[in-house]
């Protein structure tokens, strides 16, 4: 059985998700902060929806470290994070608060990860999307931020993982930059560092493998951002083999990249 968290709202009822908030409301399943010290065992978890859940926490690091402990192997993780190129994005709250770009994910890399870096965590990004622009409650003067041209920006882009990086770092200050990303990192454990070119097992129950590429039968507005290598990624996941990530995971902050080259 698949046990999936749900902590940003934002799932519908065919995940099959616990709905988990930090006071009780009705629908709720489980009263618990997306934070620090979360209600459960290690390595029990196969899918969290995070959202923007944990967007404005000042402890975002040791959030990270909490949901990789109770992460099965290869668990799946959904966040939507205010991008650090976007001034209007970061100074919308006058809270104090942490500035986020794909490249901030290569701190848990375990082939990136700094040989000071005091944190048992490491992820692989799985998907990444870049927005233009977030949410609103109101619409009005989003057109051209929601508009044909900022889908072709977005387009563009998201087209490729060396895409994103050479956007966020050259191209971002032309156009505002980019409100928000979505990210799906994938929880890396210690059996299966060191098997980065095996497969992941499919889950009994997930409906389509290729909507996710991963392991989740949940569409996820993420792109599957394909490395620019030239060979399609596969359409079909093995039935047997290691748990590991379906994608060749490359970072996104690396020069060769930027030369060359994403219950309830």
Same mark, same amino acid.
């Given at each position: ?6 902590? @940003? ?15 009780? %409301? ?27 859940? &944990? ?6 690091? @040791?959030?990270?470290? %909490? ?42 890399? #375990? ?35 929601? @508009?044909?041209?900022?889908?072709? &920006? ?28 979505? !990210? ?33 039968? !949940? ?7 394909? #490395? ?34 994403? !219950?309830?």
């Amino acid at each position: 059985m698949m046990v999936r968290l749900d902590f @940003g709202g934002r799932t519908t009822a065919a995940a099959r998700a616990w709905r988990v908030r930090p006071r009780r %409301e009705p629908g709720v399943a489980i009263v618990a902060e997306c934070g620090p010290h979360l209600p459960f065992r290690d390595s029990s978890i196969d899918e969290l929806f995070v959202d923007r859940a &944990i967007a404005r926490r000042g402890d975002i690091a @040791g959030t990270l470290d %909490e949901l990789w402990r109770v992460s099965r192997p290869g668990a799946l993780i959904h966040l939507r994070l205010p991008h650090a190129s976007s001034m209007l994005a970061v100074t919308r709250d006058p809270r104090a608060q942490p500035m986020f770009t794909l490249g901030t994910f290569n701190f848990y890399d #375990p082939r990136f990860k700094p040989a000071d870096a005091r944190t048992p965590a490491a992820f692989a990004v799985e998907r990444a999307h870049l927005h233009l622009a977030g949410p609103r409650g109101d619409d009005t003067g989003l057109a051209l931020a929601r @508009g044909p041209l900022a889908q072709f &920006i977005e387009k563009l882009a998201n087209g490729s993982r060396g895409a994103q990086y050479r956007f966020e770092r050259w191209f971002a200050a032309l156009f505002g930059g980019f409100e928000e990303f979505s !990210v799906v990192l994938a929880a890396l454990k210690p059996e299966e560092r060191h098997t980065p070119s095996a497969r992941r097992v499919e889950p009994v129950g997930a409906a389509d493998p290729t909507t996710l590429r991963a392991t989740s039968d !949940v569409v996820h507005e993420a792109a599957n951002v394909e #490395p620019e290598t030239g060979e399609p990624a596969p359409d079909t996941v093995p039935s047997d083999g290691p748990v590991a990530s379906t994608l060749r995971h490359l970072p996104f902050t690396s020069g060769t990249i930027g030369d060359g080259a994403d !219950v309830s």
